[in-house]
């Protein structure tokens, strides 16, 4: 007898497919059950190592030992008279042909059951509120998140072309209506982290990830990128470009171009063209050097201003830049103190009527004329530029969800923001300002568990981020637990005297811990008057003033902001909270309203804020509750 009719006599074939159709279940099984334990991504490769190891394991037992009516026994020992081999192969052969269908049956549940199918592509219609804090489990194949590109330059100070580059190719692509592009604050979490593709795409929700290196030698640059599949990091295409500096447009165009083509992605005519977009390599450096995120820190405000002015100035018709130096300007004055911002006030209009004139159908302009119109109280305006941007770049757009969803909460509509919200983050899963605004929504619509949970999340994603630490502060509020904040208050420090950010956690420490209402506002009423605090420190005091039994002092402080800073009060955070109800049904609070443009608004499209609503018989007048 032959060695290979003797592997088959001793059922060594059977055995190996048996044991490999049972790996394989088991992999599948567990590929969808370790991620609900978070379990790291060593654990699957040990357990693949195992299995691997197990196989030759399992043929050596297979060729050695048998299987008899009187238990395992070593093959040379078993009389070929007396071996079942035949019975124990019929027995492998219903085993494996089992075990292949449960595979089939698990791969269907994980395919068409598991998964909710992929949204479609410009639609504006958003997840139900009950979704806001379920993990995403929707991965459409056709999504992609651009990483940031790494730095391979000697100059580590190039890091900003390398992320430029990357945030550029992430705007275009997002331009593409079939493709579900992840936001920039997510893809560029993880720069510098040393995390899996697997695990990157299960945290952004993609199936895609592109990423790439820079290497830019005075006027020489070269760029290589490749796209892979997050699951597996199989790779779907590479390239690798040497060009002058002049050419990096191009690249990006190129770059682009082939990612969809990979992906199988149509594109309409013109989807890839970046209106406003220079080809001054100057002004594009210029621009890349400016904070994209605009933090509201002094330093960094006021030098991102100067990049953009720079920018524009060397290309006056780099509509991006404007744009982008019309929101420096705004975040200045909104973030920054008087003394500070003073001279950008007049030069935020004409920067924002430049970018308008040079691409007034992009979304980037779409967005900030709409948010400009809010803060103006032209809020019948600013929803329909909102809903043009959504309908028009929704599914890859996480700042005009956003930014819809706090219109609608500025106008009082807390139960239509959640959907919007909720789309913002499937976008922008990391983006801290995103996780503040749905739990505050949450707060409000009494979702006391979602909001938890998403105020949670949200601190995960952005350890040590103050506003996401005050979010969790409202939560444990909002329950009750006013323990756990006595613990936290008795721990902080008070400097309200020398810094106006701690005058509501000095206020609230005197209240809660000392059981000085009246000292709370006596803290408060000092700072009122004081004019060297910015707006957004000003809608920060007015709700701690209601918390502590002063009203009238929450609403003059609101009433204040908005008249001396064109500031949408209504915007923010606290406004259309429980604990501000008091104010809300204080006679001046229907002036506030009323210049504000929202009842206005509430009267010309019949959508009353959820806790105002018009009296009877009268034309003008209404109540809140």
């Known amino acids: 007898m032959s060695f290979f009719e003797e592997l088959r006599r001793r059922n060594v074939f059977r055995v190996g497919i048996a044991y490999l159709a049972g790996g394989w279940l088991l992999l599948q099984f567990l590929d969808i059950l370790l991620p609900s334990f978070n379990a790291p991504d060593w654990v699957m490769q040990v357990i693949i190592v195992t299995i691997g190891v197990g196989f030759f394991i399992s043929l050596f037992v297979a060729w050695a030992f048998e299987l008899t009516p009187e238990g395992i026994k070593p093959t040379d020992a078993v009389h070929p008279d007396e071996s079942i081999t035949p019975q124990t192969a019929h027995k492998l052969n219903k085993l494996t042909i089992i075990t292949l269908a449960l595979v089939l049956v698990l791969v269907i549940i994980d395919a068409y059951i598991l998964t909710d199918p992929a949204p479609v592509a410009g639609e504006v219609a958003v997840a139900p509120v009950a979704q806001a804090t379920t993990p995403d489990t929707i991965v459409a194949d056709k999504s992609i998140a651009v990483l940031p590109f790494v730095n391979q330059s000697n100059d580590p100070d190039q890091d900003y072309f390398a992320d430029g580059l990357a945030e550029e190719l992430l705007n275009r692509l997002a331009r593409v209506q079939d493709l579900l592009v992840?936001?920039?604050?997510?893809?560029?979490?993880?720069?510098?982290?040393?995390?899996?593709?697997?695990?990157?795409?299960?945290?952004?929700?993609?199936?895609?990830?592109?990423?790439?290196?820079?290497?830019?030698?005075?006027?020489?640059v070269r760029v290589s990128a490749q796209l892979l599949r997050a699951d597996n990091g199989f790779q779907l295409w590479s390239d690798t470009y040497d060009r002058n500096l002049e050419d990096i447009f191009s690249i990006q165009d190129e770059i682009a171009e082939a990612v969809t083509t990979a992906l199988s992605v149509t594109l309409a005519a013109g989807e890839f063209n970046r209106p406003g977009m220079t080809t001054n390599v100057q002004a594009y450096e210029a621009y890349l050097r400016a904070d994209p995120d605009l933090n509201p820190v002094p330093e960094e405000t006021l030098e991102s201003i100067a990049y953009l002015e720079n920018a524009v100035a060397i290309d006056p018709n780099f509509g991006i830049a404007w744009n982008a130096l019309y929101r420096a300007y705004e975040s200045a004055n909104i973030s920054l103190p008087p003394e500070l911002s003073a001279e950008f006030v007049n030069l935020a209009a004409p920067a924002r009527e430049r970018a308008q004139a040079l691409m007034p159908e992009s979304a980037e302009v779409l967005v900030s004329n709409a948010v400009f119109q809010r803060r103006m109280g032209n809020f019948i305006d600013a929803e329909e530029l909102f809903l043009a941007a959504i309908t028009r770049y929704g599914n890859s757009d996480a700042e005009a969800n956003l930014n819809y969803g706090e219109m609608l909460w500025s106008v009082g509509r807390i139960n239509d923001a959640p959907p919007y919200l909720q789309r913002a983050r499937r976008l922008d899963p990391k983006q801290a300002d995103i996780a503040i605004r749905l739990a505050t929504t949450l707060l409000a619509l009494e979702q006391f568990e979602e909001a938890r949970a998403e105020t949670l999340r949200g601190i995960a994603a952005n350890p040590g981020n103050g506003f996401m630490a005050s979010t969790m502060g409202l939560v444990e509020f909002a329950e009750g637990n006013f323990q756990i904040i006595r613990q936290q208050l008795e721990t902080a420090s008070d400097q309200a005297a020398g810094n106006p950010s701690q005058i509501s956690s000095s206020a609230m420490k005197k209240y809660l811990v000392d059981g000085d209402p009246a000292g709370a506002i006596q803290i408060l009423r000092e700072y009122a008057g004081n004019n060297t605090f910015s707006p957004i420190i000003a809608t920060m005091i007015g709700p701690t003033a209601a918390i502590v039994g002063d009203n009238e002092l929450a609403l003059s402080i609101h009433t204040n902001t908005s008249s001396s800073n064109g500031v949408d009060v209504f915007g923010s955070y606290s406004i259309w909270q429980n604990y501000l109800s008091g104010m809300r049904q204080l006679e001046g609070f229907k002036d506030l309203a009323a210049d504000a443009g929202l009842v206005t608004y509430w009267r010309t499209t019949g959508n009353w804020a959820d806790k105002c609503q018009p009296i009877a018989g009268t034309d003008l007048d209404f109540e809140c509750n």
């Open 182 to 220: 992840a936001g920039r604050t997510s893809s560029f979490y993880f720069k510098d982290r040393n995390e899996s593709m697997a695990e990157i795409g299960r945290q952004l929700g993609v199936a895609h990830i592109l990423e790439g290196s820079v290497r830019k030698a005075g006027n020489e």
